[in-house]
């Protein structure tokens, strides 16, 4: 059976299987289930109120937004602040701890004014602060910022008109706390606090021993690029003394990584920071804060194990962890207890983003049935791999995948000597792949299957083109193999039948999907459902909101994509409603980018076409026609159109 056709099989499959194989229940958490019908669904405060995915792609579409198309469920944003917040409240209550939490927002995880600002009015209950590492980032933070009892933490490389445009913001009233991460940078601090006669409030970032782990641990430990060694600690701790800024040193900061897969390393490192607050302290300078850095995970697989893709812990066992070994350390050497700061961020904006694609095409070894069985005289060699595509023999399939290698291997020798003509090629590879395809069972057996065959589902799985760019809008995937869960926003009480990889529009061989979220395993294809000719089929890519927003490049100069912003709302049908949207990057826009002109280009075309309409290529009108189109795509989306995804889609259905 071709598996691009659709089976009857829904009596074999059910929702509570859709649900395990795609990993909802496990990455998905109580924010994302499917309803009876097949649709995706996502609980933004993790309860019964619910919106259909699909809803709000229809809507969006509506409203003349294109895919790819980035959704923003801002309640899902807003629990995920008001959990951390509410969690740190908790452990700090059951440990009877006597400080407090005071969590700061890392900026650079999601520098984008609709995420900071949600994210700020959800934390104003709790005065949730913002980080930021660099000038522009601290310019968002000052002009932002309205509560004086909530923190700004100043981390990364400082130059003088960034400390001066910190303490500048003390003198408006603000905590603004630069934390020290270069030896050389108490000089520039002290020099610019008796110029400006502003006393700054002064962290130092500790290069801690414990190394961190997963796919950023090379940020920590005593290599890292941040941080004080605890000679430095000391060097700087006598400068500020001697310059009477003694009392400005007040906080203790570190961080072991981006997405801290194992709990223990986040323990040891904490326990090792505090011993370094409470020597401080001892030495008489007025400590308050430990800043616990970043770390905190997200489980995009949801295996719960130590893998650089999950976490083996909950946010509950981490914020009672970073109270008790706090509190502990600070007990045993006899010292007041800190207030602490956490740095989350990748664990507050990843869950709200959703990035949706649409398939527009596939890419099938088999899209080219074998030839039915010639009645003239046939090619010896074609008539061996029908004999193996029949099983004539009766073999096994580790044998018949064997002699059609060989046979394979024959007709790319004979046709590169030139004694194979180019239909006889086509017809040996045709029933080659035809072959291959029917061992792809073997393949996946639940028993031990032979190296050879085992390969078989990866190199035979579909590759479905999506309308989107992994180096625009998925960049951790290329850059660093970060895997993110992908499923289909439909079609789930149906049961797939086609394993495939997902490639992008780019022109780049690395712009695909090949890596997927399993419990168990890297996936490295995913089962998702056959293309029908003139419907839709959308993709959900998941947790997205960290990093991938900004850090995402122009590759092909494909640009941002279109973005909605989704609230709850019980008084809708549908349960939500599209509060504000964000246009993606036209064409112009990017080219704008790159330094180049549409109205230029737009006049450099028309003078070609004039000369081709003085010579006789083309009629006037047709080069009217041209020119308007050419101006028309300038004002349009770098993206495949609706009626080239149709296209597309449809042009190669079986």
Known sequence: MNPNEPSDSRTEWTIADAKHYYGLKHWGGANFSVDTNGYLMVHPHGDSATIRIHDIVTEALSKGHKLPLTIRIQDLLRTRVVRLNQLFAQAIEEENYAGRYRGVFPIKVNQLREVVEEIQDA?????????????????????????????????????????????????????????????SEVRRIIQLSKETGVR?????????????????????GENAKFGLTSPEVIDAARRLKRAGLGDCLQLIHFHIGSQVPNIQTIKKATVEASRFYCELSKLGFPMRYLDVGGGLGIDYDGSRSNFESSMNYTLREYTRDVVYNIKSICQDAEVPPPDIISESGRAIVAPHSILITEVCDRISKTSVAPRASAT???????????????????????????????????????????????????????????????????GEASTYAPEELESLPRVMAEQYVCNFSVFQSLIDHWACDQLFPVAPLHRLNEKPTVDATLVDITCDSEGKIS??????????????????PKEPYYLGVFLVGAYQDIMGDLHNLFGRVDEVHVFLEDDEEDGFYIEDSIKGFTINDVLGFTQYDGHLLTRMMKKQIDRATKADQIKPREGTRMLDEYAHLLKGPTYLSEDKQRQRRTKKQP
Request: a positive charge.
């Open 376 to 442: 003239t005289k046939c090619n010896p060699l074609i008539r061996d791999l029908r004999a193996i595509l029949n099983n004539s023999h009766n073999s096994s399939p580790l044998e018949r995948y064997h002699d059609a290698q060989q046979k394979i291997e024959e007709a790319n020798n004979l046709f590169n000597l030139g004694y194979l003509p180019l239909k006889e090629k086509a017809d040996a590879d045709a029933l080659y792949w035809a072959i291959c395809r029917e061992l792809v069972p073997s």
């Open 123 to 183: 934390g104003s209950p709790f005065h949730y602060g913002f980080e930021c590492g660099s000038k522009p980032e601290l310019m968002i933070a000052l002009a932002m910022h309205k509560d004086v009892e909530s923190l700004i933490i100043c981390n990364g490389y400082k130059d003088d008109a960034f400390v001066r445009l910190a303490l500048s913001g003390r003198r408006l009233g603000k905590s603004i706390f630069l934390v020290v991460e270069q030896l």
């Open 200 to 220: 700054p409030l002064i962290g130092f970032r500790i290069k801690l021993a414990t190394a961190g782990e997963g796919k950023w641990a090379s940020s920590s």
């Open 515 to 532: 890596k997927f979220t399993d419990v168990e395993d890297v996936r490295h294809s995913l089962r998702l459902h056959p293309l029908k």
